[in-house]
């Protein structure tokens, strides 16, 4: 069957429900698959790993939002709920080939590998410091009952940006607020353009913090480094807020899905508990089977490709959706839905993307689920959901596959002891 963004084969929406599920219906589909969005505009999903491997390193597909028919026509409504994930400040995120090199290359030379490893013992200071937090918190909870979000997942990528950034700690819980109202489709067109704002002000004050006092901080070190080929101010507020959104937001649905997915198989945690040398590898198969990005938002075709029975015209845009990815049979093999902490795919998985787009901030996402994860089971060998999983609510985002809250117990009621 011919494949048309004129046919849409499903619509996809944020409130869908079970985000993998609307990734297993997209697959069912085909490797490619013509949706619409919310709005009504039309858009190509991509569910197959191998052609998103593809499209992502195909120069044919490019990230400039000015591409995309739709926009070049002004058929994209001023309060759609996704305009700000596809219009963002200037950064390596919206440019391609010579532009994204140019942007990309002195935070690559400032986020170095050994800088990510010097920062190890001040991660694991860090998850001992928030260990302890979580045990209060649920010690003075009238029911013993804690938000694992709130108290554990949230602060400890934020810490971990706040020494390397050097962020004021004031700020950790305002960028919260503006980052969750900047992600979330429930917002309010009026709360999202006030994220947008707040965010860049904040930026912007960390940058003339920064030149005015630079320090062993990666702001300082980024300004160093695009000394020889300076960045505009918006294209460093937009590679701070990248940086920030990234190194975060993400991390944060990392730490709880990986609790979630850990609790859901207790044989791969007992496996865990007499093999701690396989964390590295779970941490690798959390991100495969239950990654933080659901849907990214977008490629947009230069020019007309066939691309099996689908005709992509030039504008029309190109999604690329993780889970369905991480779990393709076809990439993964027949038990591509089972959680198994001793797969080792060759060639990895796609949660950090592919290419020359690939989430440079990998190395540090790893490290903090690496320290805080098997920390947390170690010390809380009892933790459980207070609530059914199914009960937990779900971050109103296509792209980011989260939770809003995850309460949880760190003691085994009388029933699980």
Same mark, same amino acid.
């Given at each position: 069957?011919?494949?048309? $963004?004129?046919?849409?084969?499903?619509?996809?929406? &944020?409130?869908?429900?079970?985000?993998?599920?609307?990734?297993? /219906? #997209? %697959?069912?589909?085909?490797?490619?698959?013509?949706?619409?969005?919310?709005?009504?505009?039309?858009?190509w999903v991509v569910t197959s790993d191998r052609l998103g491997r593809s499209i992502l390193t195909d120069r044919r597909f490019v990230k400039d939002v000015e591409t995309w028919h739709a926009w070049q026509r002004g058929e994209v409504?001023?309060?759609?709920? $996704?305009?700000?994930?596809?219009?963002?400040?200037? &950064?390596?995120?919206?440019?391609?080939?010579?532009?994204?090199? /140019? #942007? %990309?290359?002195?935070?690559?030379?400032?986020?170095?590998?050994?800088?990510?490893?010097?920062?190890?013992?001040?991660v694991a200071a860090i998850v001992a410091r928030r260990l302890d937090g979580l045990a209060e918190a649920a010690r003075t909870a009238p029911d013993g009952t804690v938000d694992f979000r709130t108290a554990y997942a949230f602060p400890i990528p934020m810490d971990v940006l706040g020494i390397l950034l050097d962020l004021p700690e004031d700020w950790h819980g305002t960028l919260r607020t503006l980052f969750e109202d900047f992600f979330s489709e429930a917002a309010t067109p009026e709360r999202t353009y006030a994220a947008v704002l707040g965010i860049g002000s904040l930026m912007a004050d960390l940058i003339a913090l920064r030149r005015a006092e630079p320090g062993d901080d990666l702001v300082s070190a980024l300004l160093a480094a695009a000394v020889d080929e300076p960045y505009?101010?918006?294209?460093?507020?937009?590679?701070?807020?990248?940086?920030?959104a990234a190194g975060h937001e993400t991390t944060v649905h990392v730490l709880v899905n990986g609790l979630r997915a850990l609790l859901a198989h207790p044989e791969q945690r007992?496996?865990?508990?007499?093999?701690?040398?396989?964390?590295?590898?779970?941490?690798?198969?959390?991100?495969?089977?239950?990654?933080?990005?659901?849907?990214?938002?977008?490629?947009?075709?230069?020019?007309?490709?066939?691309?099996?029975?689908a005709d992509v015209r030039r504008g029309d845009p190109v999604l690329v959706n993780y889970l369905a990815m991480g779990r393709d049979p076809n990439r993964y093999g027949p038990d591509a839905a089972a959680f198994d902490v001793t797969r080792e795919p060759r060639g990895g998985h796609t949660s950090f993307g592919h290419g020359p787009h690939m989430c440079l901030g990998a190395p540090l996402a790893r490290?903090?689920?690496?320290?805080?994860?098997?920390?947390?089971l170690t010390r809380f060998p009892a933790i459980h959901l207070a609530v059914p999983d199914q009960a937990l609510g779900r971050f109103p985002s296509l792209m980011l596959n989260g939770r809003t809250t995850v309460p949880v117990r760190l003691t085994a009621t009388p029933a699980q002891a």
């Open positions: 069957m011919e494949l048309s $963004l004129a046919r849409p084969a499903l619509r996809v929406h &944020s409130a869908d429900g079970d985000l993998h599920l609307q990734a297993e /219906r #997209l %697959r069912a589909v085909g490797p490619l698959v013509p949706v619409e969005l919310p709005g009504g505009l039309p858009a409504p001023p309060d759609w709920p $996704l305009r700000t994930v596809v219009h963002t400040p200037r &950064s390596m995120i919206t440019v391609d080939g010579a532009e994204h090199r /140019r #942007l %990309r290359g002195p935070l690559a030379r400032a986020l170095t590998p050994v800088r990510v490893a010097g920062l190890k013992d001040a505009t101010q918006e294209e460093l507020i937009g590679t701070l807020q990248v940086l920030v007992r496996l865990l508990a007499e093999r701690p040398d396989l964390w590295p590898n779970a941490v690798e198969e959390l991100l495969r089977w239950d990654g933080p990005v659901a849907t990214f938002f977008a490629r947009y075709a230069t020019e007309d490709a066939r691309i099996g029975a490290l903090e689920a690496r320290l805080a994860l098997p920390a947390l």
